[in-house]
């Protein structure tokens, strides 16, 4: 696999090397990229926050992308245990001749060692007087400190970029859209059971792989020497979701290796799939749908005005 993932500097130790994949596996950091579609400086615009962590520090970067699509405008934030003024504060650029405030708030934001936050924290992008973007949960905090309205424009998660380590078994939470709740998602390669006891490595003679969803079995791949890139169709809670994958590297490449995973959840209306084909479930999965009842949150949100434009692209790293 050989595409550029572009990772952003969110730390300046390695702000010089960000365009080589090996820099993420030989610092340690772990990178969330989440992208949002909104209205800035009367244009509708692209909004990219990261969160980065390493064994030192977490980082958060926020980047508004210019009138050719580039990211142009960026405010990066280094969350140092000794630096203490910098976890509150606010920068301003101009974005077309218009201000762009961007404040944030995370003295007391409680990580529970995971690269974002989880509570007790605020980010917030204000244009023209108004919060055009607002992350975390202190939102009356947000408003008071910015002294800016809503926008009447909600900005829509477009997709969600992520870089998760392990042995052989990968895992993360996602939500299919922004006002949906957490799912578990789980990854396993490992080798099929042969008799000699070494089961333990994607490198063996036939490897399979397995994706659970909350724990549900969705998707079990075998011989996958021979179908290392392919894609199923997958129903969480009656939200149907296509899976792509591509674990070429995992298998063929020599040192460091990632693979990539593809979830886009799609619309009821949808009756097949735009990129290609999906496959059923088989008899050994069991849809999630049976979890919940006739009428599904999940499926009201959608409905309801959820982006069908969402993608999760997660890179998997292969560590030895």
Request: aromatic share 10%.
């Amino acid at each position: 696999m050989q595409d550029p993932i572009g990772i952003p500097a969110c730390f300046s130790s390695v702000e010089k090397q960000t365009d080589d994949p090996a820099t993420v596996t030989r610092s340690g950091q772990s990178v969330f990229m989440y992208v949002y579609r909104t209205k800035i400086a009367d244009q509708g615009r692209l909004i990219t926050i990261t969160w980065c962590k390493n064994l030192l520090l977490h980082g958060l970067s926020v980047a508004v992308a210019g009138p050719d699509g580039e990211s142009q405008y960026t405010c990066k934030v280094e969350l140092k245990p000794w630096y203490f003024w910098r976890k509150q504060g606010s920068k301003r650029f101009v974005v077309d001749d218009k201000p762009v405030d961007v404040f944030w708030d995370l003295k007391a934001a409680k990580f529970n060692g995971e690269t974002e936050p989880s509570s007790e924290y605020y980010v917030a992008v204000v244009c023209n007087e108004e919060v055009v973007l607002l992350l975390g949960d202190l939102k009356k905090d947000a408003y008071r400190k910015t002294g800016c309205r809503p926008a009447l424009i909600d900005p829509i998660l477009v997709s969600k970029k992520e870089h998760i380590f392990g042995k052989k078994k990968f895992s993360t939470k996602v939500k299919f859209y922004e006002k949906g709740r957490f799912h578990d998602i789980s990854i396993e390669c490992k080798n099929r059971s042969n008799g000699n006891g070494n089961g333990n490595s994607c490198g063996g003679v036939d490897p399979e792989m397995e994706i659970r969803i909350d724990g549900h079995l969705v998707i079990h791949v075998k011989h996958l020497q021979w179908k290392f890139r392919g894609n199923e169709s997958i129903h969480v809670n009656k939200l149907r979701v296509e899976v792509y994958w591509d674990v070429h590297d995992w298998l063929f490449s020599p040192g460091l290796r990632h693979a990539l995973f593809i979830f886009k959840p799609l619309m009821p209306s949808s009756s097949t799939s735009p990129m290609t084909s999906s496959l059923p479930l088989t008899s050994t999965q069991t849809p999630l749908t049976s979890q919940t009842g006739s009428c599904d949150a999940e499926d009201q949100g959608v409905n309801a005005g959820g982006s069908s434009e969402f993608c999760l692209f997660l890179y998997a790293w292969k560590v030895e």
